[in-house]
């Protein structure tokens, strides 16, 4: 019932929206070919290297991964995904439980399956949303 969460947000939930996380790669390393964001060119492609260096660096730079766990009720493993921990800790200082169902259950937002969404918000924020947090609460 959940599995479009393991690969996108529910509108407006997106951590790319709070502008404090990128996807990233090597443009020199892609070799001509279409950029796809995929665990195997990251893994064992053309994006390996620069996945490796990454790996290796992204704390001095005060970034983490926020997906970088293969979890099975959670958002799949995106190696490529960096979140910047300083900025995106105040966003999830002011988000919450309530403030997630508050901004769904606004008559501005339209979005299908809402009323599903909103029966499981707490399983949805809780696997989905807070605990790829940089810091607990
Ligand atoms: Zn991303």
Request: proline letters at 2%; aromatic letters at 16%.
């Amino acid at each position: 019932m959940f599995l479009i969460l393991n690969w996108s947000a529910i509108p407006g939930l997106s951590r790319h929206h709070w502008g404090t996380d990128l996807d990233v790669y090597d443009n020199n390393s892609n070799q001509g070919n279409a950029l796809n964001l995929t665990l195997q060119n990251y893994q064992k492609g053309y994006q390996k290297y620069f996945s490796k260096w990454l790996r290796e660096n992204i704390e001095q730079f005060g970034f983490y991964y926020p997906y970088y766990q293969d979890l099975t009720d959670g958002v799949q493993m995106e190696p490529w995904h960096i979140s910047h921990i300083k900025t995106a800790h105040n966003y999830e200082l002011s988000l919450s439980l309530n403030e997630v169902r508050n901004f769904l259950e606004s008559d501005n937002i339209h979005i299908l399956g809402k009323g599903e969404i909103l029966k499981n918000i707490k399983f949805i924020y809780e696997n989905y949303i807070e605990r790829y947090f940089s810091k607990r609460k």
